[in-house]
């Protein structure tokens, strides 16, 4: 802020912010035919809070843009000098800092003066990084063509293996949605907490040549996003863009899987992030469900919650490398898009970039991380915790993901019970404000399946609160489950799917990935 007070900005900084909300701007424009009600309603109610004038995202365009093109770098610097005049200052500072001495607020005092008082230095000119910076590849057309059995969905395979899902929607006015899928994800992973630590890394280093904070100023004014993903079963970059920037996506996505970036200081503030996620873990409700019940409900499987922070310190830049490295470099690429875009502009595109890499070969790098579920087992653990809350969990083993209309089934027996525990706990005796129940089926462990029912209470009460979730259960054996209560439970989930099924998110994770292994999912979405 002194520097910023002191030496104004530079017109690459003013030009980066400028293209930045020019660009989401021009988004909102380019999507408002096809903005959800819900989105729709939102603004409303909101424009209405702050005593504002309802505006489309078009008139938006037209009144802020020309503004924003005309702001220099003296204007910015005499607004900020204006806003700051003045010597009244609300200081806080909020957390659990370890601040030692007698007059707390006094040693903040001084600590902010004795800044005050420091020299600033003008900030050094940064270079301005090139992008891309990867010679264009000459593409390769695909080999094979094949329509699949869903409107306006196609497929194209590459000689290197890579292979190409396609589906037009027009769901969403000029968005397009990609998401490229490699390797075996959690199932591989030898380490327990190694997927949330790699996923840190890969996402706050950009690439091998430019950092996050480089390629996010090079990309300014282009209205994409991107982030890594270790999922259960693999791999994946997700991307979203308007379909004017389709190529520069697919450039930044090309340049992550060829050129990854895994680097040093961002492992550093990771870890920094991971140790304060674990002291707020340590005095949470949630917390104690993630580093306790995840696990035992897992049979301590490395793919269940997350270990202790003593364990999880141990994790090493390398070990998130000789996990990675090999996959980025060497797995067959699965890419899925989903968008109003055509074809044509698709195929070449993935052609460009992703055909013409060299020939990539599947590995059987699987670790046998197979939870096994506690059969008749009971977990109790005491944590102090900022309020007096006690989580009562219990669950029951069910099956896999692949039978879908059992799996479907156990999400409406689900349903059923979560409105029973609603009835019964909170209804009947009020001992807590957040009964739950909910049906988890494996997609990668045959036979892995369980339905789970929470309740968040009094510690004095979890006792009480077992009983009455075996009773619940009971319930279900004595008293069958009504047609009106059947109809009650399928109401919304056929609501939901109807609204889901007009989302470009569902074609594109729930059908299209994935479905080079998993065939029956375009099936289940007919």
Do not use: C
Not at 286 to 296: N, Q
Not at 462 to 470: A, G, H, Y
Not at 478 to 496: F, G, V
Not at 497 to 517: A, E, G, H, P
Request: hydrophobic share 35%; proline share 5%.
């Amino acid at each position: 802020l002194k520097q910023a007070l002191t030496y104004g900005f530079s017109d690459d900084e003013i030009t980066m912010v400028k293209n930045e909300l020019v660009s989401e701007l021009n988004m909102a424009a380019e999507t408002e035919d096809t903005k959800t009600s819900s989105s729709q309603a939102t603004q409303i109610i909101n424009s209405i809070n702050q005593n504002r004038v309802i505006q489309s995202a078009s008139q938006e365009v037209s009144l802020y843009v020309p503004v924003i093109e005309r702001v220099a770098a003296d204007d910015l610097l005499t607004r900020l000098r204006l806003v700051w005049e003045g010597d009244d200052r609300l200081i806080e500072v909020v957390g659990n800092a370890n601040i030692i001495g007698d007059d707390q607020a006094q040693l903040i005092k001084n600590y902010y003066r004795g800044l005050q008082q420091e020299e600033i230095v003008a900030q050094k000119e940064k270079r301005t990084p090139v992008f891309p910076y990867i010679p264009d590849p000459e593409p390769v057309k695909p080999e094979q063509f094949e329509a699949l059995p869903l409107p306006d969905a196609t497929r194209h395979r590459y000689a290197n293996g890579t292979v190409l899902n396609f589906k037009k929607t027009s769901f969403k006015k000029n968005s397009v949605s990609v998401a490229i899928h490699f390797g075996e994800g959690e199932r591989t992973m030898p380490l327990s907490g190694l997927s949330l630590l790699a996923a840190a890394v890969v996402n706050g280093s950009g690439t091998g040549t430019l950092k996050e904070s480089e390629l996010s100023r090079v990309l300014a004014g282009k209205a994409l996003e991107y982030r890594f993903v270790v999922g259960e079963d693999s791999f994946y970059l997700r991307g979203f863009s308007l379909a004017s920037d389709i190529e520069s996506l697919f450039q930044v996505l090309h340049a992550l899987i060829v050129d990854p970036g895994m680097r040093a200081e961002e492992y550093a503030a990771a870890m920094q992030r991971f140790e304060l996620m674990y002291q707020q873990l340590d005095g949470d409700i949630d917390g104690g469900a993630l580093l306790y019940l995840e696990p035992f409900f897992g049979g301590n499987s490395l793919t269940h919650g997350v270990p202790g922070e003593d364990e999880f310190r141990t994790l090493t830049l390398a070990d998130v490398k000789r996990w990675l490295m090999p996959v980025f470099s060497g797995e067959p690429l699965e890419i899925n898009v989903v968008g109003d875009v055509s074809e044509s502009e698709i195929v070449l595109m993935t052609s460009k970039y992703f055909g013409s890499l060299p020939p990539r070969t599947r590995t059987d790098s699987i670790v046998e991380n197979r939870p096994v579920f506690p059969a008749g087992q009971r977990f109790e653990k005491n944590m102090k915790l900022r309020e007096n809350k006690g989580l009562a969990r219990v669950a029951w083993l069910t099956d896999d993901f692949w039978d879908i209309k059992k799996t479907r089934r156990l999400h409406l027996l689900a349903a059923i019970i979560d409105e029973r525990l609603r009835k019964r706990i909170r209804e009947q005796s009020g001992a807590s404000y957040s009964p739950s129940a909910s049906s988890s089926n494996s997609r990668i462990y045959p036979g892995y399946g369980s339905i789970e029912a929470e309740v968040v209470t009094d510690s004095e009460t979890l006792n009480s609160v077992l009983e009455q979730i075996e009773e619940v259960i009971q319930s279900l054996r004595n008293n069958p489950i009504s047609k009106d209560e059947l109809k009650r439970s399928k109401k919304p989930a056929i609501t939901s799917i109807k609204d889901t099924v007009k989302t470009n998110r569902y074609w594109l994770m729930n059908v299209l990935s994935l479905s080079t292994r998993y065939p029956q999912q375009l099936a289940w979405a007919r």
